[in-house]
Protein backbone atom coordinates (compact mmCIF):
# COMPACT_ATOMS: atom_id res chain seq x y z
CA UNK A 1 0.00 0.00 0.00
CA UNK A 2 3.08 2.65 0.62
CA UNK A 3 4.74 1.72 -2.51
CA UNK A 4 0.82 2.38 -4.19
CA UNK A 5 0.99 5.58 -2.22
CA UNK A 6 4.30 6.49 -3.56
CA UNK A 7 3.45 5.80 -7.41
CA UNK A 8 0.71 8.71 -6.66
CA UNK A 9 2.48 10.70 -4.73
CA UNK A 10 5.31 11.10 -7.31
CA UNK A 11 2.78 12.11 -10.47
CA UNK A 12 2.13 15.27 -8.68
CA UNK A 13 4.89 17.34 -9.93
CA UNK A 14 3.51 20.51 -8.31
CA UNK A 15 4.87 19.19 -4.56
CA UNK A 16 7.81 21.19 -3.09
CA UNK A 17 11.32 20.10 -4.27
CA UNK A 18 12.18 18.28 -0.60
CA UNK A 19 9.33 16.72 -0.44
CA UNK A 20 9.03 15.12 -3.70
CA UNK A 21 12.63 14.25 -3.69
CA UNK A 22 11.87 11.99 -0.45
CA UNK A 23 8.92 10.50 -2.42
CA UNK A 24 10.87 9.69 -5.34
CA UNK A 25 13.92 8.53 -4.31
CA UNK A 26 12.28 6.46 -1.56
CA UNK A 27 9.64 4.80 -4.41
CA UNK A 28 12.55 3.28 -5.93
CA UNK A 29 14.95 2.21 -3.89
CA UNK A 30 12.93 1.10 -1.17
CA UNK A 31 14.68 3.93 0.94
CA UNK A 32 14.18 6.56 3.12
CA UNK A 33 16.24 10.11 1.98
CA UNK A 34 17.39 12.60 4.88
CA UNK A 35 17.89 15.50 3.17
CA UNK A 36 19.99 16.96 6.30
CA UNK A 37 22.45 14.23 6.61
CA UNK A 38 22.43 12.46 2.92
CA UNK A 39 25.15 9.59 2.76
CA UNK A 40 24.56 7.69 -0.10
CA UNK A 41 25.53 8.03 -3.74
CA UNK A 42 21.59 8.63 -4.78
CA UNK A 43 20.50 10.41 -1.64
CA UNK A 44 23.44 13.27 -2.38
CA UNK A 45 22.61 13.16 -5.82
CA UNK A 46 18.81 13.97 -4.86
CA UNK A 47 20.07 16.88 -2.79
CA UNK A 48 21.97 18.11 -5.51
CA UNK A 49 18.58 18.35 -6.94
CA UNK A 50 17.03 20.38 -4.70
CA UNK A 51 19.66 22.55 -3.42
CA UNK A 52 22.59 22.82 -5.89
CA UNK A 53 21.56 25.22 -8.62
CA UNK A 54 24.03 27.11 -10.34
CA UNK A 55 23.06 28.53 -13.39
CA UNK A 56 26.06 26.79 -15.45
CA UNK A 57 24.28 23.46 -14.96
CA UNK A 58 21.62 24.43 -17.58
CA UNK A 59 24.32 25.62 -19.84
CA UNK A 60 26.00 22.05 -19.31
CA UNK A 61 23.80 19.30 -19.84
CA UNK A 62 22.80 21.07 -23.22
CA UNK A 63 23.96 19.25 -25.72
CA UNK A 64 24.41 22.31 -27.86
CA UNK A 65 25.15 24.69 -25.48
CA UNK A 66 27.83 22.65 -23.73
CA UNK A 67 30.19 23.07 -26.55
CA UNK A 68 31.21 26.23 -26.23
CA UNK A 69 32.32 25.22 -22.40
CA UNK A 70 34.07 22.45 -23.71
CA UNK A 71 35.72 24.73 -26.16
CA UNK A 72 36.75 27.22 -23.54
CA UNK A 73 37.92 24.52 -21.52
CA UNK A 74 40.19 22.03 -23.42
CA UNK A 75 39.77 23.49 -26.77
CA UNK A 76 37.40 22.59 -30.00
CA UNK A 77 39.54 19.53 -31.21
CA UNK A 78 37.71 17.49 -28.20
CA UNK A 79 34.57 18.28 -30.13
CA UNK A 80 32.73 16.08 -32.17
CA UNK A 81 31.75 18.37 -35.94
CA UNK A 82 28.45 19.72 -35.79
CA UNK A 83 26.49 19.69 -39.11
CA UNK A 84 23.78 21.84 -38.10
CA UNK A 85 21.81 23.02 -35.11
CA UNK A 86 17.92 22.95 -35.51
CA UNK A 87 14.87 25.06 -32.67
CA UNK A 88 12.46 22.76 -33.96
CA UNK A 89 11.61 19.32 -34.96
CA UNK A 90 9.70 21.08 -38.28
CA UNK A 91 13.11 22.42 -39.55
CA UNK A 92 14.74 19.55 -39.59
CA UNK A 93 15.76 18.93 -43.63
CA UNK A 94 16.46 15.35 -43.60
CA UNK A 95 17.51 15.61 -47.15
CA UNK A 96 20.20 17.63 -46.49
CA UNK A 97 21.77 15.40 -43.90
CA UNK A 98 24.60 13.27 -45.09
CA UNK A 99 24.42 9.66 -45.77
CA UNK A 100 25.40 9.01 -41.98
CA UNK A 101 25.21 11.25 -39.01
CA UNK A 102 23.39 11.60 -35.40
CA UNK A 103 20.42 13.73 -34.68
CA UNK A 104 20.33 14.79 -31.08
CA UNK A 105 17.71 16.05 -28.91
CA UNK A 106 19.57 19.30 -26.86
CA UNK A 107 16.92 19.09 -23.53
CA UNK A 108 17.55 15.49 -22.19
CA UNK A 109 19.06 11.79 -22.29
CA UNK A 110 17.70 8.93 -24.70
CA UNK A 111 16.74 11.76 -27.65
CA UNK A 112 19.19 10.34 -29.97
CA UNK A 113 18.18 8.80 -33.56
CA UNK A 114 21.61 7.22 -34.91
CA UNK A 115 21.53 7.00 -38.80
CA UNK A 116 24.16 4.47 -40.10
CA UNK A 117 22.55 4.27 -43.91
CA UNK A 118 20.39 7.29 -44.56
CA UNK A 119 18.86 5.45 -47.26
CA UNK A 120 17.44 3.00 -44.71
CA UNK A 121 15.46 5.17 -42.28
CA UNK A 122 12.12 5.38 -41.86
CA UNK A 123 11.03 9.38 -42.12
CA UNK A 124 7.57 9.08 -41.07
CA UNK A 125 9.30 7.38 -37.46
CA UNK A 126 11.90 9.75 -37.39
CA UNK A 127 9.48 13.03 -37.74
CA UNK A 128 7.55 11.00 -35.21
CA UNK A 129 10.06 10.76 -32.69
CA UNK A 130 11.34 14.06 -32.77
CA UNK A 131 7.83 16.11 -32.57
CA UNK A 132 7.43 13.58 -29.45
CA UNK A 133 10.69 14.63 -28.09
CA UNK A 134 10.50 18.08 -28.89
CA UNK A 135 7.20 18.30 -26.30
CA UNK A 136 9.07 16.92 -23.55
CA UNK A 137 10.80 18.18 -20.88
CA UNK A 138 13.21 16.42 -19.16
CA UNK A 139 12.53 17.85 -15.79
CA UNK A 140 9.18 17.51 -15.44
CA UNK A 141 9.58 13.94 -17.68
CA UNK A 142 11.30 12.59 -14.43
CA UNK A 143 12.75 13.26 -10.68
CA UNK A 144 12.52 16.96 -11.35
CA UNK A 145 16.23 17.26 -12.19
CA UNK A 146 16.70 20.71 -11.94
CA UNK A 147 19.54 20.90 -14.47
CA UNK A 148 17.08 20.44 -17.60
CA UNK A 149 14.75 23.08 -15.67
CA UNK A 150 15.01 25.78 -18.64
CA UNK A 151 16.97 24.28 -21.56
CA UNK A 152 15.15 24.92 -25.03
CA UNK A 153 14.03 22.28 -26.80
CA UNK A 154 16.35 21.70 -29.84
CA UNK A 155 18.16 19.02 -31.95
CA UNK A 156 21.48 18.72 -33.27
CA UNK A 157 23.34 17.02 -36.00
CA UNK A 158 26.48 15.71 -35.56
CA UNK A 159 28.98 13.16 -37.41
CA UNK A 160 28.26 9.85 -37.19
CA UNK A 161 31.49 7.99 -35.47
CA UNK A 162 32.68 4.49 -35.90
CA UNK A 163 35.46 2.42 -34.40
CA UNK A 164 37.76 0.32 -36.43
CA UNK A 165 36.35 -3.25 -36.12
CA UNK A 166 33.27 -2.72 -33.88
CA UNK A 167 29.60 -2.23 -34.55
CA UNK A 168 29.06 0.46 -31.70
CA UNK A 169 31.30 2.35 -30.27
CA UNK A 170 32.46 2.29 -26.86
CA UNK A 171 31.40 4.54 -23.97
CA UNK A 172 33.78 6.19 -21.37
CA UNK A 173 31.98 7.64 -18.93
CA UNK A 174 34.44 9.79 -15.76
CA UNK A 175 32.40 9.40 -12.53
CA UNK A 176 33.98 12.85 -11.33
CA UNK A 177 33.98 14.55 -7.63
CA UNK A 178 35.33 17.90 -6.76
CA UNK A 179 36.65 18.29 -9.82
CA UNK A 180 38.79 14.76 -9.43
CA UNK A 181 37.69 11.95 -11.61
CA UNK A 182 37.71 8.25 -8.91
CA UNK A 183 36.39 5.97 -11.65
CA UNK A 184 35.10 4.93 -14.57
CA UNK A 185 32.03 3.32 -16.33
CA UNK A 186 32.46 1.21 -19.83
CA UNK A 187 29.85 0.65 -21.89
CA UNK A 188 29.68 -1.58 -24.83
CA UNK A 189 27.63 -2.73 -27.78
CA UNK A 190 24.84 -0.56 -25.92
CA UNK A 191 22.28 -1.52 -28.90
CA UNK A 192 22.87 -5.68 -28.75
CA UNK A 193 24.11 -7.23 -26.25
CA UNK A 194 24.98 -4.26 -23.92
CA UNK A 195 27.70 -5.13 -21.63
CA UNK A 196 29.18 -3.19 -18.68
CA UNK A 197 32.74 -2.52 -16.25
CA UNK A 198 33.79 -0.16 -13.95
CA UNK A 199 37.39 0.97 -13.65
CA UNK A 200 39.57 3.10 -11.57
CA UNK A 201 42.18 5.64 -12.68
CA UNK A 202 44.63 2.30 -12.42
CA UNK A 203 42.28 0.39 -14.91
CA UNK A 204 42.49 -1.94 -12.30
CA UNK A 205 38.47 -3.82 -12.50
CA UNK A 206 36.21 -2.74 -9.81
CA UNK A 207 33.82 -5.01 -7.84
CA UNK A 208 31.16 -2.99 -7.62
CA UNK A 209 28.31 -2.31 -10.55
CA UNK A 210 25.09 -0.93 -10.58
CA UNK A 211 21.76 -1.43 -11.54
CA UNK A 212 20.59 -1.30 -14.89
CA UNK A 213 19.25 -3.45 -18.26
CA UNK A 214 22.72 -5.05 -19.22
CA UNK A 215 25.57 -7.52 -18.28
CA UNK A 216 28.47 -6.99 -15.99
CA UNK A 217 31.71 -7.83 -18.00
CA UNK A 218 33.31 -11.16 -17.44
CA UNK A 219 36.48 -10.42 -19.26
CA UNK A 220 39.01 -7.90 -18.94
CA UNK A 221 38.04 -4.57 -21.02
CA UNK A 222 41.22 -3.43 -22.79
CA UNK A 223 42.75 -0.28 -21.60
CA UNK A 224 42.17 2.26 -24.32
CA UNK A 225 45.04 4.19 -25.94
CA UNK A 226 45.23 7.57 -24.64
CA UNK A 227 43.75 6.76 -21.34
CA UNK A 228 45.50 9.46 -19.65
CA UNK A 229 44.48 11.98 -21.44
CA UNK A 230 40.78 11.30 -21.16
CA UNK A 231 41.19 11.42 -17.34
CA UNK A 232 42.82 14.88 -17.73
CA UNK A 233 40.52 16.38 -20.07
CA UNK A 234 37.57 15.06 -17.93
CA UNK A 235 39.18 16.28 -14.53
CA UNK A 236 39.34 19.68 -16.59
CA UNK A 237 35.49 19.86 -17.63
CA UNK A 238 34.43 18.44 -14.08
CA UNK A 239 36.13 22.06 -12.53
CA UNK A 240 34.60 21.97 -8.73
CA UNK A 241 31.40 20.77 -8.94
CA UNK A 242 30.57 18.09 -5.86
CA UNK A 243 29.56 15.61 -8.35
CA UNK A 244 29.70 14.89 -12.41
CA UNK A 245 29.66 12.56 -14.42
CA UNK A 246 32.34 13.38 -17.45
CA UNK A 247 31.06 10.80 -20.65
CA UNK A 248 33.94 10.69 -23.58
CA UNK A 249 34.86 8.96 -26.72
CA UNK A 250 38.02 7.36 -27.63
CA UNK A 251 37.51 6.76 -31.55
CA UNK A 252 41.28 4.91 -31.75
CA UNK A 253 43.31 6.80 -29.54
CA UNK A 254 41.20 10.43 -30.58
CA UNK A 255 38.84 11.95 -27.45
CA UNK A 256 36.02 13.13 -28.01
CA UNK A 257 33.45 14.69 -25.61
CA UNK A 258 29.75 13.24 -25.43
CA UNK A 259 28.37 14.99 -22.34
CA UNK A 260 28.04 15.69 -18.35
CA UNK A 261 25.54 14.43 -16.45
CA UNK A 262 24.77 15.80 -12.85
CA UNK A 263 22.31 13.00 -11.68
CA UNK A 264 22.79 9.58 -13.52
CA UNK A 265 20.12 7.26 -13.96
CA UNK A 266 17.98 10.04 -12.16
CA UNK A 267 19.07 9.23 -8.69
CA UNK A 268 17.26 6.01 -9.23
CA UNK A 269 19.63 2.92 -9.74
CA UNK A 270 21.62 1.62 -6.83
CA UNK A 271 25.07 0.34 -6.78
CA UNK A 272 25.82 -3.25 -5.69
CA UNK A 273 27.06 -4.81 -3.22
CA UNK A 274 24.84 -2.39 -1.55
CA UNK A 275 27.92 -1.04 0.70
CA UNK A 276 28.98 0.99 -2.27
CA UNK A 277 26.43 3.22 -2.06
CA UNK A 278 27.89 4.59 0.95
CA UNK A 279 31.34 4.22 -0.34
CA UNK A 280 30.85 6.37 -3.29
CA UNK A 281 28.65 8.93 -1.66
CA UNK A 282 31.85 9.38 0.98
CA UNK A 283 33.63 10.45 -2.49
CA UNK A 284 30.86 13.83 -2.75
CA UNK A 285 31.63 16.77 -0.46
CA UNK A 286 28.24 18.95 -0.79
CA UNK A 287 28.84 22.23 -0.37
CA UNK A 288 27.04 24.59 2.02
CA UNK A 289 24.30 26.67 1.33
CA UNK A 290 24.68 30.36 2.52
CA UNK A 291 23.20 31.51 5.51
CA UNK A 292 19.41 32.72 4.99
CA UNK A 293 19.32 31.28 0.91
CA UNK A 294 17.18 28.62 0.20
CA UNK A 295 19.85 27.29 -2.55
CA UNK A 296 23.54 26.65 -3.30
CA UNK A 297 24.00 28.87 -6.48
CA UNK A 298 28.06 29.16 -6.63
CA UNK A 299 30.31 26.52 -7.79
Known amino acids: MRRLGLA ?16 YYEYYTGKKLDLENPVEFNQKIHWMKVYYRPKILNQLVDKY ?23 SASEVDFDALPQQYVLKGTHGFHFNLIVPDKSKLNLKKARFL ?26 VAEK ?20 EPKFVQVDEDRSTEHRRAYYNMAWEKQAFYRQGNY ?37 DGRILFGEMTFYPADGRNEFLPDEY ?12 IPAGKPFRTEI
Open 8 to 23: LLKKCKFLPDPFYAKV
Open 65 to 87: AVRQYVEEKIGPQYLNELIALYN
Open 130 to 155: LRKWQMKNQYWRGGKEWAYKDVPPRF
Open 160 to 179: FLAELGKEEIADYKFYCFNG
Open 215 to 251: QPMEDDYPKPPAFEEMVEVSRKLADRFPFVRVDLYNI
Open 277 to 288: NAIIGSYIQLPE
